[in-house]
């Protein structure tokens, strides 16, 4: 595939999506620990395992947040970590292929495209999807 294009990377997306995603829920637990902290050990609440709603007390709960947030935080950096080593080994197979992305490098046929439009619906600089009328 020497010279061609891709036109989507979606496992990139998806992996970007649930970094993303695991990203938020140890600020989540963070909120939920801090609140738990405050209140009496013995007063029952409720946590979801496995589907199925159980009825604890929060001193039991508290260790059991903490350490999913523990656990969750070192999978977000392992992620956050492969997807680094990924880009970069992605980055150099395209540089080693002259492989390029659709709408990258917009020599010839993307300006031609823009310039047939008056410019008006290129987005890919500056304003990136937004219109100002």
Not at 3 to 20: A, D, E, H, M
Not at 50 to 55: P, Y
Not at 109 to 118: F, H, P, T, V, Y
């Amino acid at each position: 595939m020497r010279g061609g294009t891709l036109s989507s990377l979606p496992i990139k997306r998806i992996r970007f999506t649930l970094v993303t995603f695991l990203l938020q829920i140890p600020s989540f637990l963070s909120l939920v620990i801090e609140t738990l902290k405050d209140v009496d050990p013995t007063r029952k609440c409720f946590r979801l395992v496995g589907g199925v709603l159980v009825e604890r007390t929060v001193k039991e709960v508290l260790p059991a947040l903490e350490s999913n947030k523990e656990q969750i935080s070192k999978i977000v950096e392992s992620l956050n970590t492969q997807m680094q080593s990924k880009g970069r080994e992605l980055t150099e197979y395209r540089e080693k292929y002259n492989i390029r992305l659709v709408g990258e490098g917009e020599e010839g046929q993307g300006k031609s495209a823009a310039s047939s439009n008056g410019g008006e619906g290129s987005a890919s600089k500056g304003g990136a999807g937004v219109l100002v009328s």
